[in-house]
């Protein structure tokens, strides 16, 4: 069961390196409304799987703080994730983005009874240099988009901090992960008409952009990388979350959405290494 888990966790990466091919591929539609669009299909994706597995039922148990903090970090990661991509190079802003399975790494080092070793601090700079080499390396640099970079780098504080501050609500059950879903719909809805102008998306192209951002990367993904982490190899999985960077990069050069460069080819790969060092140190300290 544990392999088949794990491997079930490994299709979550796989759909999460498709998030920014989408993302760009729903343009024109605003941020808000985007999140409004995707988690309303992803939650009702989540409620038929529940009802359809049982699980309905456990939803009650499950405790109204952690409700408000699974829509918080849900909504607050990719209003930001969708925000940056609407204001810069969606290839370097994603990438930016993709400093959180680093920085999960770096806050862990700091909860009670941890502490940061010499290897998470070179991950970081490997890491963060590949960042630095994005926002000010690139002969193409725009200043224009360092706001899309700098609320990139907040996407991935936010994704972070979510995901540490996780480990102290306990066992939740995964068929909640619907309404953190359906709770990010409708808060999005609400705040959608105080800030954006409604746009639809442009052409069938963009009706499937965000139906395949609903069904995967902010629909089903959640769901199988929540069973993989609590009944596969979670370390393993770990390690895999760090080619996201990677492959979410390729996509997009395959694509023809970003133009392959030394620039980007070597930020991706500070970043995802920043990553697997800073994780080797903490599977070290575990040995």
């Known amino acids: 069961m544990t392999g088949r888990a794990t491997l079930i966790g490994f299709g979550a990466v796989l759909l999460w390196a498709l998030l ?51 829509i918080a970090g849900l909504f607050g990661y990719h209003a930001l994730y969708f925000t940056a991509l609407r204001l810069a190079p969606p290839a370097e802003a994603g990438l930016i983005a993709y400093l959180w399975p680093l920085l999960i790494v770096l806050f862990s080092g700091l909860l009670p009874g941890e502490r940061l070793r010499p290897g998470h601090l070179v991950g970081a700079l490997a890491g963060f240099s590949g960042a630095a080499l994005i926002v000010g390396g690139g002969a193409a640099f725009d200043a224009a988009a360092l706001p899309g970079y700098l609320i990139a780098f907040a996407c991935a504080l936010t994704w972070a901090g979510y995901s540490v501050g996780s480990r102290r609500l306990g066992a939740v059950p995964t068929d909640a992960v619907a309404i953190f879903c359906l709770g990010s719909a409708l808060l999005s809805a609400l705040l959608h008409p105080l800030f954006e102008e409604t746009v639809w998306p442009d052409g ?28 596969g190899d979670i370390q393993l999985l770990g390690v895999a979350s760090y080619a996201a960077p990677l492959l979410s990069t390729a996509v997009l050069v395959l694509s023809g ?28 300290k575990a040995d």
Do not use: E, H
């Not at 970003?258 to 903490?282: E, F, K």
């Open 20 to 70: 920014a091919l989408f993302t760009v591929g729903s343009a024109p539609v605003p941020p808000l409304q985007l999140n409004a669009m995707c988690f309303a299909i992803g939650g009702t994706l989540g409620l038929l799987w529940s009802a359809r597995s049982g699980g309905l039922g456990a939803l009650r148990a499950v405790g109204w703080r952690v409700y408000v903090f699974g």
């Open 204 to 231: 069938a192209l963009g009706w499937a952009a965000v139906a395949g951002l609903g069904l995967g990367p902010v629909g089903l993904a959640f769901f199988l990388w929540d069973f993989g982490v609590k009944r």
């Open 257 to 284: 959405i970003a133009a392959p460069s030394w620039t980007l080819g070597l930020a991706a790969l500070l970043i995802t290494a920043g990553a697997g060092i800073a994780a080797r140190a903490s599977f070290a």
